[in-house]
């Protein structure tokens, strides 16, 4: 068995090489609306997460425990690992490092929703908002980076010695990204690309103020009752989610909007209908994606890393 560390999953997989992966999952005919529903066990110092899959000769667990204390230690707030299972035997073929496939495979989805949402119109360097300051920030920098030009990007945070922190991350990393900078939520008004990656309950800014050919990511929540945007994104946006179950069951950026009325369910369009064409979004508006985190999506880029790992 192929014990795989962060610093392995650094060294073989790329971002763009995850986003391939999983756009071509979806191109071969994966159905994220059959992926086992993530299960939830309550725990004395928080919660543990179970999240399966399968896919043709691979299958996978994801199992991460959530410890609210953990950051005022110093500690991630996720942690986990991944186990992947291959062949018609389903031996045990690697277990991967969880929260470096979780902080690979989040921003990845991203940017394949961001690839396939930038309407054709759009030309040139792109601008860049990000909400938050954690490890899926970052990713996120680096993720639309992948798959957009990116003119400059504007953090912004609670913390502005964490928004600090973060730029100077960025310009050090060497993406190709010409600014990055602190801001404020009004900063979405002129962005092209608006990633929400924070464990906000509330809407982080006023979606009015998104411009009409804006491509909004919101993946930082995954409970009914959390939101990142609010009611007048939705109304505006065409609405693209994972798969309909999910984000009916867990995206409070969805689930609140249609209880009260301000959003029918039949608006939603699944990913994997845009990626392959049997879904043609409007020309004009705003584009949201939500995202919550499906196992599908661990288990293809897990899989990816150990291919690239033992040549297979």
Same mark, same amino acid.
């Given at each position: 068995? *192929?014990?795989?560390?962060?610093?392995?999953?650094?060294?073989?997989?790329?971002?763009?090489?995850?986003?391939?992966?999983?756009?071509?999952?979806?191109?071969?005919?994966?159905?994220?609306?059959?992926?086992?529903?993530?299960?939830?066990? @309550? !725990?004395?110092?928080?919660?543990?997460?179970?999240?399966?899959? !399968?896919?043709?000769?691979?299958?996978?667990?994801?199992?991460?425990?959530?410890?609210?204390?953990?950051?005022?230690?110093?500690?991630?707030?996720? +942690?986990?690992?991944?186990?992947?299972?291959?062949?018609?035997?389903?031996?045990?073929?690697?277990?991967?490092?969880?929260?470096?496939? *979780?902080?690979?495979?989040?921003?990845?989805?991203?940017?394949?929703? %961001?690839? #396939?949402?930038?309407?054709?119109?759009?030309?040139?360097? &792109?601008?860049?908002?990000?909400?938050?300051?954690?490890? +899926?920030?970052?990713? #996120?920098?680096?993720?639309?980076?992948?798959?957009?030009?990116?003119?400059?990007?504007?953090?912004?945070?609670?913390?502005?010695?964490?928004?600090?922190?973060?730029?100077?991350?960025?310009? &050090?990393?060497?993406?190709?990204?010409?600014?990055? &900078?602190?801001?404020?939520?009004?900063? %979405?008004? #002129?962005?092209?690309?608006?990633?929400?990656?924070?464990?906000?309950? @509330?809407?982080?800014?006023?979606?009015?103020?998104?411009?009409?050919? &804006?491509?909004?990511?919101?993946?930082?929540?995954?409970?009914?009752?959390?939101?990142? *945007?609010?009611?007048?994104?939705? $109304?505006?946006?065409?609405?693209?989610?994972?798969?309909? $179950?999910?984000?009916?069951?867990?995206?409070?950026?969805?689930?609140?909007?249609?209880?009260?009325?301000?959003?029918?369910?039949?608006?939603?369009?699944?990913?994997?209908?845009?990626?392959?064409?049997?879904? #043609?979004?409007?020309? +004009?508006?705003?584009?949201?994606?939500?995202?919550?985190?499906?196992?599908? +999506?661990?288990?293809?880029?897990?899989?990816?890393?150990?291919?690239?790992?033992?040549?297979?």
């Amino acid at each position: 068995m *192929t014990l795989v560390s962060a610093a392995d999953v650094a060294a073989t997989t790329s971002v763009r090489d995850a986003v391939d992966a999983l756009e071509a999952a979806l191109r071969g005919g994966l159905d994220p609306e059959r992926d086992a529903p993530r299960s939830r066990l @309550t !725990t004395a110092a928080g919660e543990l997460l179970i999240m399966p899959s !399968t896919l043709g000769a691979f299958a996978g667990v994801k199992l991460l425990s959530s410890t609210p204390e953990n950051p005022a230690r110093g500690l991630p707030l996720i +942690q986990g690992a991944y186990l992947l299972f291959e062949g018609e035997d389903q031996r045990p073929a690697a277990v991967v490092d969880g929260i470096a496939l *979780t902080n690979l495979r989040t921003p990845a989805t991203s940017a394949l929703a %961001v690839r #396939h949402l930038t309407p054709d119109t759009a030309t040139g360097p &792109a601008r860049l908002t990000v909400f938050g300051t954690g490890p +899926q920030a970052r990713g #996120h920098v680096a993720a639309m980076a992948a798959v957009r030009e990116i003119a400059e990007v504007t953090l912004v945070g609670r913390s502005r010695r964490r928004v600090d922190a973060l730029a100077a991350e960025v310009a &050090a990393a060497g993406l190709p990204v010409r600014t990055a &900078a602190p801001g404020d939520p009004d900063a %979405v008004a #002129h962005a092209d690309i608006v990633c929400c990656c924070t464990s906000a309950t @509330t809407p982080l800014f006023d979606g009015a103020l998104i411009k009409d050919d &804006a491509v909004v990511v919101a993946m930082g929540s995954h409970f009914p009752d959390a939101r990142e *945007t609010d009611d007048a994104l939705v $109304a505006r946006a065409a609405v693209v989610v994972e798969s309909r $179950a999910s984000t009916l069951r867990e995206a409070g950026d969805i689930v609140i909007p249609v209880a009260t009325g301000g959003l029918t369910p039949d608006r939603l369009v699944t990913l994997a209908d845009v990626v392959t064409g049997r879904a #043609h979004l409007p020309g +004009q508006g705003p584009r949201l994606f939500k995202g919550t985190g499906m196992p599908w +999506q661990d288990l293809v880029v897990a899989a990816e890393i150990f291919r690239r790992m033992t040549g297979r």
